[in-house]
Antibody, heavy 116, light 113 residues
Framework: EVQLVESGGGLVQPGESLRLSCAAS????????MSWVRQAPGKGLEWVAI????????YYVDSVKGRFTISRDNAKSSLYLQMNSLRAEDTAVYYC?????????WGQGTLVTVSS | DVVMTQSPLSLPVTLGQPASISCRSS???????????LNWFQQRPGHSPRRLIY???NRDSGVPDRFSGSGSGTDFTLKISRVEAEDVGVYYC??????????FGQGTKLEIK
């Protein structure tokens, strides 16, 4: 069974940093493209970033370029999102997601709140 | 960026009646390999999204056959043949042909009348 479990969310002040993690199991993580998708409170879904398998390639939505970094550790079957210079508009539930003909599996999400 | 436009945004339906959601893209979603990367997701209240349909019309494993997807090019539809109480939630389309970025529709909230 495919499982994606996010962690690392919390309350931070504007300008601070946070690192999200996603532990994957039930499939061959190293062969999979992975994304982060976010959902602001009461709003729709917004794709944030994707990382391909070897050779590593990464892509970002314009609003987070230069601030967020997606990475992976295939030995640990883990996905990460380093978020720097956080803004109030980054407040959202962040989902880890696997790609197969689009996105097929989602984690339960972790809430990031950016507020002073 | 490809803009995905869903309609309606709110869909009140009587139990047992059919429902239909439209999703239109600002450009054709046919990829160079011949596939059309259009997904449909269901998000029940308080839950993560769950994929129902991939590549326009292919139902994911475990998805009831009352859900069906159709369409081509820029025009796509999700149909529920007979709405059940467990179908309440928000439905999203997403395109995976022209990325980055992957883009979603605004969401359609299905409720029971």
């Amino acid at each position: 069974e495919v499982q994606l479990v996010e962690s690392g969310g919390g309350l931070v002040q504007p300008g601070e940093s946070l690192r999200l993690s996603c532990a994957a199991s039930g499939f061959t993580f190293s062969n999979s493209w992975m994304s982060w998708v976010r959902q602001a409170p009461g709003k729709g879904l917004e794709w944030v970033a994707i990382i391909k398998q070897e050779p590593i390639e990464t892509y970002y939505v314009d609003s987070v370029k230069g601030r967020f970094t997606i990475s992976r550790d295939n030995a640990k079957s883990s996905l990460y999102l380093q978020m720097n210079s956080l803004r109030a508009e980054d407040t959202a539930v962040y989902y880890c997601a696997r790609h197969m003909n689009g996105i097929d599996y989602w984690g339960q999400g972790t809430l990031v709140t950016v507020s002073s | 960026d490809v803009v995905m436009t869903q309609s309606p945004l709110s869909l009140p339906v009587t139990l047992g009646q059919p429902a239909s959601i439209s999703c239109r893209s600002s450009q054709s979603l046919v990829y160079s390999d011949g596939n059309t990367y259009l997904n449909w997701f269901q998000q029940r209240p308080g839950h993560s999204p769950r994929r129902l349909i991939y590549n326009v019309s292919n139902r994911d494993s475990g998805v009831p056959d009352r859900f069906s997807g159709s369409g081509s090019g820029t025009d796509f539809t999700l149909k529920i043949s007979r709405v059940e109480a467990e179908d309440v939630g928000v439905y999203y389309c997403m395109q995976g042909t022209h990325w980055p970025p992957f883009t979603f529709g605004q969401g359609t909230k299905l409720e029971i009348k």
